[in-house]
């Protein structure tokens, strides 16, 4: 067997190891979450329940990026630059944010979309037309981390890791760390403004605080094995 064959052979096989024992499971449980908050929601439209049901699956996905890498540190395992598990949870994570994002333009200002970033003519009290209200932190924030989303899902794989190099890559994915601060204030920012039950406070809630704390352990960790080396 010609090198190039061996290689395309092993880059098949990782790739149905993928598919098998990551995108296939992550693909199962989302489509459940999903599905289970879209059909207990009492709202009346499709558009409202089908942004409820991607906003919570979206950041525990998105929470649990942040934990595979403290993960290893903890267990004293290898931490790759980029792993399989840590990309297809992310691959997932971004495609739900995303989607979530699309929809979520259509649920309150039906047909007005630019009225969530800018105040409308009802409302010509504001002599500064850019949303500095709580609503407009909601939604820019919500919309800055959907773009830096977008540019991490667009670089998550090997082309761009060998042609970006691994410094740069690394430097850019790190912006996973702003997604996570922002996605956290839009999160907090709408369970204000709809006064969302106290049940799916404690989710987000949740999802921010184990982030945090398994990022403080991995930090802690990584310290003292430096110390140790040093």
């Not at 500064?128 to 932190?137: E, K, Q, T």
Request: net charge positive.
């Amino acid at each position: 067997m010609s090198p190039t064959a061996a290689a395309l052979q092993t880059k098949q096989k990782r790739l149905r190891l993928r598919l098998m024992k990551h995108h296939l499971p992550l693909g199962v449980l989302t489509v459940l979450c999903a599905a289970a908050l879209y059909l207990t929601r009492p709202y009346r439209d499709v558009i409202s329940k089908a942004s409820f049901a991607t906003a919570y699956p979206a950041l525990a996905l998105l929470a649990a990026t942040l934990l595979i890498g403290p993960l290893n540190l903890l267990r004293r395992r290898p931490n790759p630059v980029s792993s399989d598990l840590r990309r297809d949870v992310g691959i997932w994570a971004g495609i739900l944010c995303v989607l979530h994002a699309v929809i979520g333009q259509c649920v309150h200002l039906r047909g007005r979309p630019w009225l969530y970033y800018v105040y409308g003519p009802a409302e010509h009290h504001h002599s500064f037309p850019v949303r500095h209200d709580l609503f407009g932190l909601a939604n820019y924030t919500g919309a800055v981390g959907t773009l830096l989303l977008i540019a991490l899902l667009a670089t998550s794989n090997d082309y761009s890791l060998r042609a970006l190099g691994t410094p740069r890559w690394k430097q850019l994915q790190r912006w996973n760390y702003a997604v996570f601060a922002l996605t956290a204030v839009h999160a907090a920012g709408y369970l204000a403004i709809e006064k969302q039950k106290a049940s799916f406070v404690a989710i987000v809630a949740l999802c921010l605080a184990i982030a945090l704390l398994f990022q403080a352990a991995g930090w802690v960790r990584r310290m003292k094995s430096l110390a140790i080396k040093a």
